[in-house]
């Protein structure tokens, strides 16, 4: 069974929905519902999550993350 599950907002009253080709030229079920527990994008995006307090302290960097890996000398690109 191949299912289509769709988060949309009605504009006047309608939904239009753009169905893959593999859904074409069949009988579809339609069931139309509230969609609970999703935020809409300005709301998702006002707030910050923020890291556990456990967390804080235990990483450390131990290497210099803009030198180069290997030294230029290994690279045969060059020559």
Known sequence: MEALRLIAEPKNHQL?????????????EVIIMPASGFESAATASAGR???????????????????????????????
């Open 49 to 79: 999550r923020k890291p556990s307090v456990l967390l804080a302290g235990t990483v450390s960097l131990r290497d210099d993350l803009v030198a180069p890996v290997i030294p230029e000398s290994d690279w045969d690109a060059l020559k």
């Open 16 to 28: 239009i929905i753009d169905l893959p080709p593999s859904l074409d030229q069949r009988r579809l």
